[in-house]
């Protein structure tokens, strides 16, 4: 059973930097696919950046280079590092993680707010 944590969101004002972590327990970490999804209320869920089984990367139009997602293998942890953040960036950040077989497991979420 895979289980995720996700920490680091809070409170920034406009223009500040966040860093959110996404800690995996279970096996097979090192080749999954990982990806970071937000949900701002009354709105989709939407997905903002992904990890790849190949190595590469995606990222949503709106990150526009302001988001970097990474991952530690040897600490099963993805990251998004978030600069630049704007007001429209709050909401609930959720660390998901998609297995070999495809089955997916998501993260509790944590609450990003960005103050004007």
């Known amino acids: 059973q895979v289980q995720l944590v996700e920490s680091g969101g809070g409170l920034v004002q406009s223009g500040g930097s966040l860093r959110l972590s996404c800690a995996a327990s279970?096996?097979?970490?090192?080749?999954?696919?990982m990806a970071w999804y937000r949900q701002a209320p009354g709105k989709q869920r939407e997905l903002v950046a992904a990890?790849?089984?190949?190595?590469?990367?995606n990222y949503a139009d709106f990150v526009a280079g302001r988001f970097t997602i990474s991952r530690d293998n040897a600490k099963n942890t993805v990251y998004l590092q978030m600069n630049s953040l704007k007001p429209e960036d709050t909401a609930v950040y959720y660390c998901?993680?998609?297995?070999?077989?495809?089955?997916?497991?998501w993260g509790q979420g944590t609450q990003v707010t960005v103050s004007s």
């Open positions: 998901k993680l998609t297995q070999f077989t495809n089955r997916e497991y």
């Open positions: 279970g096996s097979f970490f090192a080749v999954a696919e």
């Open positions: 990890l790849l089984r190949g190595g590469s990367s």
